[in-house]
Every structure is written in structure tokens, then in C-alpha cells.
């Protein structure tokens, strides 16, 4: 039979608290393999590869990886519906260049996913770049924190 300072001693004697996983960060569910623009591509050879890709978008660079905009389908068909129509949709000869957004938001590769998905939400993008010293070292898309906010 158990007393009553048994019955008290089980009561005050706690279970080890269980760790909190740690929350993802962009450096863990970026995309590293990425397929980038530069501002001199020709338009349609960038719409041909996010067609191919069968991606919405994706970073420009120059040629030290440095962000310098990004690239959208949104920025594709502005130029579209913005051209002349004189028997082609797009005039030729548009560079990424001309119709890239310039200020894009980034995130850092430390952004935990908390603060990814209010980015996402305050700027009303698909995809934020992730830069580190400046340098384009990944992405992450609004799917990539979807996947993973579900399986946590």
C-alpha cells in the first residue's frame, strides 16, 4: 500500500522535458541548384528555360554571383502585354535586364521559417533569394516552406 508521502513524492517527480526541435532555417530548405538569369539574356531564352525548368522565376546575377534583381513570370508577361503588337507578342531583342525587379526582398541563410513566410507575406512574392556576403547561395519558395511547415 502506498502512503501518503509516497504518493507525494510521485507527484512532485517531473519527466525530462522534451527538447524543441530546432526551427528550419532557409539554409536548411533552400534550393541550391538553381537556375539563374543574367541582366544580358536575351527574354525569350529566359522564358524558354522557366518553361523548361517549370519554375515561376529565379535570381539574375552578374558574373561575380552577386544579386543585382530577379526575374518573374509576372515581369514576362508585363513586357508582353506592355510591347507594340506588330504580328509578335513581345518585341524582340528585351533583356532580362529591362524587366527584372531591381530591389527584390532576400532573406538571410540564419532566417528561421517564421520570418521567411512574413517576408513572404508582406512582399507577395513566389521565391526570395537566399544571400550571404552578398553573394546568391540559394532560394526558397513559398512551396519549400509549405513542405516543410507540414511535416513538422
Known amino acids: 500500500m502506498e502512503t501518503m508521502r509516497d504518493a507525494i513524492r510521485a507527484g512532485m517527480e517531473t519527466s525530462t522535458p522534451s527538447k524543441k526541435a530546432p526551427v528550419p532555417t532557409a539554409a536548411d530548405i ?11 539574356d536575351d527574354v525569350r ?3 524558354a528555360l522557366l518553361l523548361r525548368h517549370r519554375i515561376s ?20 508577361l508585363r513586357a508582353i502585354s506592355a510591347g507594340e503588337y506588330d504580328g509578335e507578342p513581345m518585341n524582340t531583342g528585351r533583356l532580362v535586364g529591362d524587366l527584372m525587379n531591381r530591389e527584390p526582398p532576400t532573406i538571410a541563410p540564419s532566417t528561421d521559417i517564421y520570418a521567411i513566410t ?26 519549400d516552406v509549405l513542405r516543410v511547415i507540414s511535416a513538422m
Do not use: H
Request: aromatic share 4%; with cysteine; net charge positive.
Open 118 to 143: 512574413q517576408t513572404f507575406v508582406q512582399n507577395d512574392v513566389r521565391r526570395l533569394p537566399v544571400v550571404d556576403a552578398g553573394i546568391v547561395v540559394g532560394q526558397v519558395s513559398r512551396r
Open 57 to 76: 522565376g529565379g535570381p539574375v546575377m552578374n558574373e561575380r554571383r552577386q544579386l543585382v534583381g530577379t526575374l518573374s513570370e509576372g515581369d514576362c
Open 30 to 40: 533552400m534550393t541550391r541548384d538553381l537556375v539563374t538569369f543574367r541582366p544580358g
Open 45 to 47: 531564352t529566359a522564358i
